[in-house]
């Protein structure tokens, strides 16, 4: 049995991969020795002209960062009270889609609309909200 907290790690992991997979794609292209040996392989006239030996890496980095951004996230998520967890998730993103997009970083990390959906589809797969989610307030 797993607890929310894993649960939630994983899913953000999962849903997070393609931008942890192009931010560590674009870091790990400045490394002088993959690019000679991108150059390398390109001489030898096996791959076509628009070869890059990320595209070939990105596979690996999918991989680490489930190693190393789940232990992570769970860490933070831990400190929350499991119960509460899916509740909480659910909230900041229907309230982010609602906002039309989350922006983190002062604005260098943006998710839009449609990334923000992706996420709230795996939520609800797999972090689905309670069927008695608290009393609501009436105001009237």
Do not use: C
């Not at 604005?107 to 839009?112: D, K, M, S, V």
């Amino acid at each position: 049995m797993y607890t929310n907290s894993q649960i939630l790690a994983a899913v953000v992991s999962q849903w997070m991969q393609p931008l942890i997979g192009s931010f560590v794609g674009s870091k790990i292209g400045n490394i002088p020795m993959l690019g000679a040996a991108e150059n390398w392989i390109k001489n030898l006239g096996i791959v076509s002209p628009n070869y890059s030996i990320i595209k070939d890496l990105m596979p690996i980095i999918g991989g680490a960062s489930d190693v190393l951004v789940i232990p992570i996230l769970n860490r933070y998520l831990s400190m929350v009270d499991d119960a509460s967890l899916p509740a909480m998730a659910h909230g900041i993103i229907d309230k982010a889609i609602e906002n039309g997009e989350l922006s983190l970083a002062e604005g260098f990390i943006t998710f839009e609309e449609a990334d923000l959906k992706k996420l709230k589809r795996l939520l609800e797969l797999n972090l689905p909200l309670p069927a008695d989610s608290g009393y609501v307030v009436k105001t009237e």
